[in-house]
């Protein structure tokens, strides 16, 4: 049994060390201040206790006891998985991941990072240990989507991917597909052309926004339609993500349209703002 660690205890972070700690391991979770690891700590419990309440897990506070918030990076010494959710900022990865170096002991340990859109290269060089570093990419929210990326830098020993993949698969009971060091890894560089095709159809008036929505919802069974789930997303995540993978790939195809920079300067957000394409209560 792998005893984790997970660094950051925001959207992603928490959803993690709760699908850990609903596996029944023990989660040490590690948040940058003493306000963060109290934010922190509600979120899971927020989190757990509405799990509990919709009849998905028994006993909330049992899980709960098995997840430890704290404000000091070396409580991972004894980790043998650390996974990293912080800010999607290189410079603040690695410097993290070269803390994580020196403070987790087990000589193979496997440190992964959640990172959206950052080379797992970048991060793996920031360690000693390169080849038991790479990307263990979740969906949110992290207890409902099934999904989980895995991606190998070049230097990643097939030994940490195998047993990555068994920890999603038999710990979590999750779903691991696994790909190549590239920005969007699999579905984020399908899905942020498609939202952004999507968001050009709507500012050139080609189509409301409904009638674009409602043609992916009625005519290809989506969930839902590409400019709702850019709200979803948050239009400031999906700038940020399609800025990688046009800064990775220099295809038009990636580039920010216009109307979703101007949108993120004005601070409409989408669902997190509460007005984005649409408008939320
Ligand atoms: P968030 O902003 O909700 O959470 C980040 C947390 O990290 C904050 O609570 C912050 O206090 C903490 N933090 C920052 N620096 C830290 C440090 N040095 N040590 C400990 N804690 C630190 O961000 P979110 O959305 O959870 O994203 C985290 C990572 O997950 C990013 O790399 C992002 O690209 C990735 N990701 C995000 C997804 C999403 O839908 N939001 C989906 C998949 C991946």
Do not use: W
């Not at 990555?164 to 691991?176: S, T």
Request: one cysteine or more; a negative charge; proline letters at 5%.
């Amino acid at each position: 049994m792998e005893r984790v660690g997970v660094v950051g205890c925001g959207q992603m972070g928490a959803g993690i060390a709760e699908v850990c700690a609903r596996a029944g391991l023990d989660v040490v979770v590690v948040e940058s201040t003493e306000a963060a690891v109290d934010a922190g700590r509600r979120r899971l419990e927020a989190s757990l206790n509405r799990a509990e309440s919709k009849g998905k897990i028994p006993d909330a506070a049992e899980v709960l006891r098995r997840l430890r918030v704290t404000g000091n990076l070396d409580e991972l010494a004894d980790r043998t998985l650390v996974i990293e959710a912080i800010v999607e900022d290189e410079a603040v990865k690695a410097e993290l991941f070269g803390q994580l170096d020196k403070i987790v002991s087990a000589p193979d340990a496997i440190l992964a990072s959640n990172t959206s859109s950052i080379p797992i290269m970048k991060i793996a060089t920031a360690t000693g240990r390169p080849a038991q570093v790479l990307g263990v990419h979740f969906f949110n929210p992290v207890p409902v989507l099934p999904l989980v990326e895995l991606v190998p830098s070049l230097l990643t020993a097939d030994e940490t991917v195998i047993r990555a993949e068994n920890f999603v698969r038999e710990v979590l009971g999750k779903h691991a597909i696994r790909c190549q060091d590239r920005a969007g890894f699999v579905v984020n560089a399908l899905l942020v052309p498609f939202i952004l095709a999507a968001i050009r159809m709507f500012e050139s008036g080609f189509a409301t926004r409904e009638d674009i929505d409602e043609g992916m919802v009625r005519g290809a069974a989506h969930p839902q339609g590409p400019l709702a789930l850019a709200d979803l997303i948050g239009l400031d995540v999906t700038q940020s993500v399609a800025q990688s993978l046009y800064e990775e790939f220099k295809e038009p195809t990636y580039a920010p349209p216009p109307l979703l920079s101007r949108m993120v300067d004005a601070g409409l957000l989408g669902r997190k703002s509460g007005r984005g394409f649409y408008t939320y209560a």
